[in-house]
């Protein structure tokens, strides 16, 4: 007789989405998968990528069993050993650089691979493990770190809008944000806001698919974002539609800000963004007089020199609307900061004080004897991988790979697939993926928690973030308690915060009814109480902002790419691909062959300038390192702007690298992001210079 039942779950990927899924299992096998119908942010969708999960799940390319390196590093040969062999050896190495170097000499590498409170990225998975073992602590700032910075200025928190309530707005800017490639589901908002009116305008370099469906595209200069939110701040203050009510009673520092945006009429925005003057002037005009005016900006905007500036600008522009009083007005960015879930990671146990290494300074990282700048003198002697997947997804590729080809250093990696990181790893850890272990997520775009239901066991031998870590406690003999912690003890850890937004949701609802909305009202109002800043209002002056050195004031940051370089003078964007996940899937036959060989979209006047025809292959370079992508002619980006996809593997792309080998590994102007989106290069035609050669 077969048994038949169904598993509600959440899909972990770092998406803005978090849908919530339904698992079929029939016999104790995992045989269908579908987005849940009655979540009301999912509605029975999941999408083009995750639609192949369960496919990945049996893929023949999972890592099923621990390994040991016996190749060179970077071969990938390697023999399978047993837990126990694994562990030793590791509890050997880790006693040994502990001993030599102290703890901080291990860097816990965290990626984004899951958003799970418990496996993922959000609880802080092992981090009580790395306080035990004075580990460096790890700054997962490759993301949103910028942008989230430049809105705590102003807001006090990254946090703002229910991306729901676009519904409601009448004018919907989608500012540096492709949703329908990198989060569809809100897109059913931006439709209901158009059947009743609304007027919805893309502001991109690259006319993405999203673009193509809004009623206008504006084609912005790369970098140049705060140049425009101050000019369209402009135009409303010249049309006297300012919100002095609101201004007088919930901002700060209005008379000296709006000094500044005085310094921004619309012909010197045009200048600086490359946008034709009346179109800026005509969208200032919409913008005074159309409320509620929902922007939803998202990671494009600040992976850029100045991308924390610019969203700080951005976040000016319903302060002086005044749209935060209305459901459908406001900025939404994240809405990570809505759910007041806290882990105790136990800071009591670091034996002293450690350094902090952040995400996006690898490369630099692990030269030695020059580790971060000012983060002291101990070289990294550990870099313990999880969900992260470096050699594809950080900047200066060839620096990475120098760095993890080091023979001093110790590299375990706990992995679903045998990724270019892998390669390199001593150790490799089998991870479960989502269907085989228990998690707790939130959504980063939509107000929900959601509860993931095991629904089969573990492929092969593989274990959970946090039993792979359980073991490790127990083989490096450590008696902390809390180390040993259950899955389900940690989720009860997790949700008991007394916070009123977590009123009435309980472990046992969470399971029962897979998923549950903050008890917050509907349509939300995140600031109806007040902004969570210093003052208690918006802050246009920030004299925190000013500490930091970030300016007192929102001002306009330059992009990297507005220095001349007659070398590399196009500028390059590499925004999310519609068929990966960073580099999740970049494994998936199907999704591959969708995806096509890596590709560049040129404009014809620069391809024209360069000889460059549709369809050929190119090198594109700069002095860090070159990819290899065919030139796809398009009117789709703006002359001198050049578009290339991220979460190709570096190993199954031609040439060996991804669009990460020309990403200098350069700060932005806050929380040390990445700039993404803010590099020079120059293309030729690859067959051309073959010939050249020959
Ligand atoms: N299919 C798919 N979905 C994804 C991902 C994926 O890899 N694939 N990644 C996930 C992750 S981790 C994240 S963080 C998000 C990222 O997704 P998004 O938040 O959408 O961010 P990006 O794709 O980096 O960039 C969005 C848009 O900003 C544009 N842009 C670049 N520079 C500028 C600029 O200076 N100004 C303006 N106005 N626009 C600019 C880009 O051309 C791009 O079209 O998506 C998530 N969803
Ligand atoms: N050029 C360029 N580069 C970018 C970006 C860009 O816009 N342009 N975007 C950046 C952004 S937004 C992000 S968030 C980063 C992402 O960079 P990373 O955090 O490195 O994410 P991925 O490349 O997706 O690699 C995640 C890996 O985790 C594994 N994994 C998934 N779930 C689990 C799990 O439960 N346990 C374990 N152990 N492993 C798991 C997956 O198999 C995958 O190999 O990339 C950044 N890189
Ligand atoms: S990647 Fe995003 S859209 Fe796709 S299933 Fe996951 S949460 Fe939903
Ligand atoms: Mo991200």
């Not at 997962?140 to 928190?157: D, E």
């Not at 007040?530 to 925190?544: I, K």
């Not at 999310?576 to 970049?586: I, M, V």
């Not at 591959?592 to 090198?619: Q, Y």
Request: glycine residues 10%; proline residues 8%; charged residues 25%.
């Amino acid at each position: 007789m077969t048994s038949e039942l169904t598993v509600l779950g959440a899909c972990p990927l770092d998406c803005p989405d978090t849908c919530s899924w339904v698992v079929t299992v029939r016999d104790g096998e995992a045989v269908g998968l579908r987005g849940n119908p009655g979540h009301p942010y999912t509605r029975g969708a999941l999408c083009v990528k995750v639609n192949r999960y369960l496919e990945q799940t049996r893929a023949a390319d999972r890592i099923l069993h621990p390994m040991r390196r016996v190749g060179p590093k970077g071969s990938g040969r390697f023999e399978r050993i047993t837990w126990d062999e694994a562990l030793a050896e590791i509890a050997t190495r880790l006693r040994r650089i502990i001993d030599e170097y102290g703890g901080e000499a291990i860097w816990p590498y965290q990626g984004t691979g899951s958003l799970g409170y418990l496996q993922g990225e959000e609880g802080g998975a092992g981090q009580r493990l790395w306080n035990v073992l004075g580990a460096s602590r790890h700054d997962l700032n490759i993301c949103s770190k910028a942008g989230g910075v430049g809105l705590r200025m102003v807001n006090g928190t990254p946090a703002g809008m229910d991306p729901e309530s676009l519904a409601l707005s009448r004018l919907i800017l989608l500012w540096g944000t492709n949703p329908l490639t990198s989060g569809h589901h809100v897109w059913k908002y931006v439709q209901q806001a158009r059947a009743n009116g609304a007027y919805v305008v893309a502001i991109d370099p690259v006319r993405t698919r999203t673009a193509d469906q809004a009623d206008e595209h504006l084609p912005i200069r790369p970098g140049t974002d705060a140049a425009l939110a101050f000019g369209l701040i402009n135009v409303v203050v010249s049309e006297g539609a300012e919100d002095r009510e609101f201004l007088a009673a919930h901002t700060l520092g209005w008379e000296e800000f709006r000094e500044e945006v005085a310094k921004f009429p619309p012909e010197r925005v045009a200048e600086i963004t490359g946008l034709p003057e009346a179109s800026i002037r005509a969208l200032g005009l919409r913008l005074a007089h159309t409320r509620p005016t929902g922007i939803r900006a998202t990671m494009g905007v600040q992976r850029h020199s100045g991308g924390g500036a610019a969203m700080r600008a951005i976040a000016c522009i319903p302060g002086v609307t005044g749209d935060w009083r209305y459901p459908g007005g406001g900025v939404a960015y994240s809405t990570s900061g809505h759910f007041p879930l806290r882990l105790d990671t136990r800071e009591d146990l670091l034996p002293h004080p450690v350094r902090t290494l952040p995400m996006t300074r690898l490369a630099e990282a692990l030269e030695i004897p020059d580790p971060v700048d000012g983060l002291g003198e101990t070289p990294v002697k550990c870099l313990w991988v999880y969900a992260a997947n470096p050699l594809a997804s950080t900047s200066d590729q060839n620096r990475v790979r120098r760095g993890l080809a080091r023979e001093d250093l110790f590299t375990v990696v706990m992995e679903q697939f045998p990724t270019d990181t892998v390669d390199y790893a001593d150790i490799v850890l089998p991870a479960t993926m989502q269907p085989e272990h228990m998690d707790l997520h939130a959504g980063y775009g939509h107000l929900y928690l959601l509860w993931n239901e095991p629904a089969v066991p573990p492929a092969g031998e593989c274990a959970s973030t946090t039993e792979t870590f359980r073991r490790v406690a127990r083989a490096m003999g450590r008696t902390e308690p809390s180390l040993y912690d259950s899955d389900l003890e940690l989720a009860e850890q997790l949700l008991s915060v007394d916070h009123p937004a977590l009123a009435g949701i309980t472990l046992d609802r969470l399971r029962k009814e897979g998923w549950v909305r903050l008890s917050v009202p509907d349509p939300f109002l995140p600031f109806a109480e007040g902004f969570p800043t210093p003052s208690g209002r918006l802050e246009f002056a920030s004299s925190r902002a000013e500490a930091l050195g970030l300016g007192r004031l929102p001002r306009y940051v330059p992009p990297h790419s507005a220095a001349e370089d007659e070398r590399y003078p196009l500028t390059l964007v590499t925004p999310a691909p519609h068929e990966f996940l960073n580099s999740t899937f970049g494994n998936n036959p199907e999704l591959r062959r969708r995806a096509k060989d890596p590709r560049v979209l040129v404009n014809p006047a620069d391809a024209a300038a360069r000889g460059l025809r549709d369809g050929v292959r190119a090198r594109v370079f700069n002095r860090h390192g070159e990819f290899l992508a065919v030139v796809e002619v398009s009117d789709r980006v703006r002359p001198g702007v050049v578009a290339s996809f991220k979460g190709h593997w570096p190993k199954l792309s031609p040439g060996g690298a991804n669009v990460n080998a020309v990403v200098e590994e350069r700060d932005a102007d806050m929380g040390r992001g990445p700039v993404y989106h803010d590099n020079r290069v120059e293309i030729t035609a690859a067959e051309a210079e073959t010939e050249e050669v020959a």
